[in-house]
């Protein structure tokens, strides 16, 4: 009888731990988060149309803004499903470049990789994350890479670049490592062709057919290379792999194909039909995860079943979640980057934002006052956060420097030169 009452008593603890848990992490108001107002209930969430893969913690990660948001958030849930975690927000965008998704997530380094729209490349680019001090890094437009797959174990980098496939014997994280100083595998290749590659090969997406070719092919003609599967369909999006399978999409069909490395059919054998849009989709351990309506899925492909909802990003309720740039169980840690930071308060809502290196200013803004007024001013969109600028011919710390002399009028600076 004692043995059966503890037995139950520790069942109830348990019982209570996960209704406190659930409390912690769903929300109808931040109240309920503990330390409004820098902890808050988000909701409405949009998911930034792609999911990458941490195999070393096994979690689906993505970018997404919530309702009201001013920046995008790098969020994760487990593979097996469980509430979403907010890694840190996404802060440097500008009036002259946008985040539209996660390109890449390096699950060893922590790297990541973000699809920007800029208007002075005249459209996508990709473009590199530095997670240390919260700074949107080179971009790769100049040079056209249509595709980039990362080895973190080998420290190299596969791409189809310029009509290329090539190979860069290092993870370029600086301008320094110019993709164009990478070895040439192929040439000839298509302008929107896709690249993966498993310990041996190298796979090639180009219009409706895969290529099998040598990771270590130097200079080699696109003749060069062999035919795995060509499809009637143009195959889009990215190519994944498991031991003895590569998948694709079938955007005409809403479909995820599959076909065997080893060869020997005439077409794929489609793993899953839906009748709506399959935003992306990932491998992992003997499971398909997608995202489609703003919602993650999984499939396992061990056993018959239909597709699991990991994620609802259409619920009604909402996710306890940090204000931007805040951590800590109870929110209160401005520290997520490595480097200085600052807390802005815009409309009710405190915002933990980095210090840029060159002027010692936030890196992002809502108003002139959050960059040294009047010597600087706040250059942003209506709505949208902005990028301190200083006056003309200012610059230097807080836009203090002038090489000329200063002279004032209306309350304003004027640096002569």
């Known amino acids: 009888m004692t043995k059966k009452l503890k037995l139950n008593n520790r069942i109830l603890v348990f ?7 659930n409390i912690v992490n769903s929300c109808q108001d931040s109240f ?92 996508p680019v990709i473009s590199y994350y530095n997670n240390e001090d919260s700074t949107i890094g080179f971009q790769l437009g100049n040079i056209q890479p249509k595709d980039l797959q990362f ?52 796979y090639i997406r180009m219009n409706n057919t895969i290529y099998i070719g040598d990771k270590n092919c130097q200079n080699c003609s696109r003749s060069q290379l062999s035919i795995l599967v060509s499809e009637s369909f143009v195959i889009q999006g990215d190519l994944q792999l498991s031991t003895d399978t590569i998948f694709y999409l079938n955007r005409q069909q809403n479909s995820i194909i599959g076909y065997p490395l080893s060869g020997g ?66 929110c209160l840690e401005c520290s997520v980057f490595s480097g200085n930071n600052t807390i802005i308060w815009n409309l009710g809502s405190p915002y933990c934002i980095p210090i840029s290196h060159q002027n010692q200013m936030p890196l992002n803004c809502f108003e002139n006052s959050d960059c040294n007024a009047p010597f600087g001013q706040c250059f942003a969109i209506p709505g949208s956060p902005g990028i301190c600028q200083c006056l003309n011919n200012f610059s230097g710390i807080n836009c203090q420097s002038c090489q000329g002399t200063i ?10 030169k």
């Not at 019982?15 to 848990?21: A, R, S, Y």
């Not at 496939?165 to 290749?189: C, E, F, V, W």
């Not at 002279?407 to 002569?416: E, F, I, R, V």
């Open 15 to 21: 019982l209570i731990f996960i209704v406190i848990v």
């Open 265 to 330: 059919q005439n077409s794929g054998t489609i793993i899953l039909s839906i009748d709506d849009k399959i935003n992306d989709f990932i491998y992992y351990d003997n499971s398909i995860y997608y995202l489609r309506k703003n919602s993650i899925y999984k499939l396992s492909l061990t056993v018959a079943s239909i597709p699991q909802i990991l994620y609802d990003g259409n619920k009604e309720i909402g996710d306890c979640q940090c204000s931007d740039g805040f951590s800590g169980e109870t």
């Open 151 to 202: 080895d973190e174990e080998n420290q190299q980098t596969f791409g189809s670049v310029d009509l290329n496939i090539i190979r860069l014997d290092s993870i370029p994280i600086s301008p320094t490592q110019s993709i164009k100083r990478s070895a040439i595998l192929y040439r000839g290749m298509d302008w929107e062709t896709k690249v993966k590659f498993n310990q041996n090969n190298l």
């Open 32 to 123: 309920q988060c503990g330390n409004s107002p820098l902890s808050q209930c988000k909701k409405s969430i949009n998911i930034l149309d792609s999911i990458e893969l941490d195999y070393v913690n096994g979690r689906i990660m993505f970018l997404a803004k919530y309702s009201n948001d001013k920046f995008p958030k790098l969020l994760s849930i487990p593979t097996n499903g469980g509430f979403v975690k907010y890694h840190y927000s996404i802060f440097g965008e500008n009036p002259m470049m946008s985040i539209t998704s996660l390109y890449r997530y390096l699950p060893i380094s922590g790297t990541i990789y973000l699809n920007t729209n800029e208007l002075l490349h005249g459209g």
């Open 407 to 416: 002279t004032w009028k209306d309350g304003s600076p004027y640096c002569n």
